[in-house]
């Protein structure tokens, strides 16, 4: 089993709409995840931080389900500048090296 | 405030040539440094990190290398490239404090480097 697993996507939705993403991870020891954000030959942007208890920012909303292993993104009222690749990303404790990148799930919001 | 350069942007270079990127961080400290790939397509794979000067640790076996010269440089390196190297290259910076005391360890990536081997 690969250590993280995105929904694959291509997630095709108009203007307005609600999508959400999710991913799995393996790892029980994963200390702190995250959503970053590329845009289309750019480098990965950080979006935000998952809390335990779940937090917003905005239209986005990040949820963290410890128990079932799995991350999700939540974008309500998409918008055409929502258009991008969502990584997931995993951090485990203790060492330097450990963030974990999903292979990413692309948004296209259509007009 | 802290930025990341990194260079070449865009290169195209003949299997067998050598092949050097660099990246710099400013306004920060003994940063960790990253060099990752993308391949198109696909995901982040982490090659190299080095959490000190003259300290580099490979991840993957492969025809490149990376050198820290100086605090807040990084290098990536191959004496001579493969067709398979072909990839988006992409350096990163995290503080090394954070990393070590709150956990969180968030990565601020360069404009990277898009490399071509024909």
């Known amino acids: 089993r690969k250590e993280v697993e995105q929904d694959p996507g291509p997630f095709n939705v108009p203007e307005g709409a609600t999508v959400a993403f999710n991913c799995t991870y393996s790892n029980s020891a994963s200390q702190s995840f995250f959503w970053y954000r590329q845009d289309c030959r750019k480098e990965p942007k950080l979006l935000m931080s998952v809390y335990s208890s779940g937090n917003e920012d905005g239209r986005f909303t990040a949820q963290l389900n410890r128990a079932s292993q799995y991350i999700s993104l939540l974008i309500r009222d998409s918008k055409l500048s929502d258009s991008a690749t969502y990584l997931c990303?995993?951090?485990?404790?203790?060492?330097?090296?450990?963030?974990?990148f999903g292979s990413g799930t692309q948004l296209t919001v259509l007009p | 405030s802290q930025t990341i350069h990194q260079w070449p942007a865009t290169l195209v270079q003949p299997v067998g040539s050598p092949l050097s990127l660099e990246c710099t961080v400013e306004?920060?400290?003994?940063?960790?440094l990253y060099w990752y790939r993308q391949a198109a397509g696909r995901g982040l794979q982490l090659l190299f990190y080095s959490v000190g000067i003259g300290q580099i640790s490979s991840e993957v076996p492969q025809n490149l290398s990376a050198s820290r010269p100086q605090d807040r440089q990084f290098i990536l390196s191959s004496k001579k490239l493969l067709l398979s190297d072909s990839g988006f290259y992409l350096c990163?910076?995290?503080?090394?404090?954070?990393?070590?005391?709150?956990?969180?360890?968030?990565?601020?990536f360069g404009a990277g480097s898009r490399l071509t081997v024909l």
């Open positions: 990303v995993w951090r485990s404790s203790g060492s330097a090296r450990q963030l974990t």
């Open positions: 306004g920060t400290s003994n940063p960790n």
């Open positions: 990163a910076w995290s503080d090394s404090v954070l990393a070590v005391r709150s956990g969180a360890n968030v990565l601020t």
